[in-house]
């Protein structure tokens, strides 16, 4: 069985801050890890993924997120937020575990981006 | 990146009737894709996965008698809520497979049921 787990519901950041959202995941063989957006009323929009080779991901919107599989961690970074960020961000895992290819989401975060 | 449709975006709909969502993939075509069920201000819940031509699989605890998938093609499933009742009231998405256990989504449908 795999699972995610987003620490902090709420992030709330500066313009021009560094955005960082934490993720860890658990899963018995290797994961295929993602980041989606959700922007409200809407579906989600991939913003980066690891499936093998290079641990440290760029994304879309200057997303970047670095697997670590000695942390079972996969944090989404950004060097300095804009208003434009502002939305829910869910970090999700696939395996070959069940061969369905099914994504298992976390709870969710969401960033808030002030002025 | 590939796209994914849903129709309708949104509907309102009496207590005891049927309502059929649509997913569509645009540009490609999905032998796979999910639907998943969204409540206000939580996370995306698996509902079900949807293989071409052949039965859906349920997660535990969706009611396949109420919530009916049909992958008629390799563009096109539905989802139909029947008999709904208000505690149906929610976001409904889909997402089609991709390559490398990527799925692209669709926009949404947020269900009423009055």
């Known amino acids: 069985a795999q699972s995610v787990t987003q620490l902090g519901s709420h992030v709330s950041v500066s313009e021009g801050a560094l955005v960082l959202l934490r993720c860890n995941y658990s899963?018995?063989?290797?994961?295929?890890l993602f980041w989606y957006v959700q922007y409200p009323n809407q579906g989600l929009q991939l913003l980066l993924k690891?499936?093998?080779?290079?641990?440290l991901v760029k994304g879309i919107n200057g997303f970047e997120a670095e697997f670590k599989k000695s942390e079972t961690s996969f944090h989404l970074t950004k060097p300095s937020a804009h208003m434009s960020d502002a939305a829910e961000y869910f970090c999700?895992?696939?395996?070959?575990?069940?061969?369905?290819?099914?994504?298992?989401f976390g709870s969710g975060t969401r960033l808030q981006v002030q002025p | 990146g590939a796209v994914v449709s849903q129709h309708p975006s949104w509907v309102i709909c009496k207590s005891g009737t049927s309502v059929k969502i649509e997913c569509r993939s645009l540009?490609?075509?999905?032998?796979?894709m999910f639907w998943y069920r969204q409540f206000p201000k939580q996370s995306l819940m698996l509902m079900a996965t949807?293989?071409?031509?052949?039965?859906?699989?349920?997660e535990q605890g969706v009611e396949k008698d109420k919530f009916l998938i049909n992958h008629a093609s390799l563009t096109l499933s539905t989802l139909t809520v029947t008999s709904a009742h208000p505690e149906d009231s929610s976001f409904y998405i889909c997402?089609?497979?991709?390559?490398?256990?990527?799925?692209?989504f669709g926009p949404g449908t947020r269900l009423t049921v009055t």
């Open positions: 999700a895992v696939s395996t070959l575990d069940t061969g369905r290819r099914a994504l298992t």
């Open positions: 690891y499936t093998t080779g290079a641990t």
């Open positions: 949807s293989n071409e031509g052949s039965k859906a699989t349920y």
């Open positions: 997402s089609a497979a991709g390559t490398a256990y990527e799925q692209y």
């Open positions: 540009d490609f075509q999905a032998t796979t």
């Open positions: 899963s018995s063989v290797p994961p295929y």
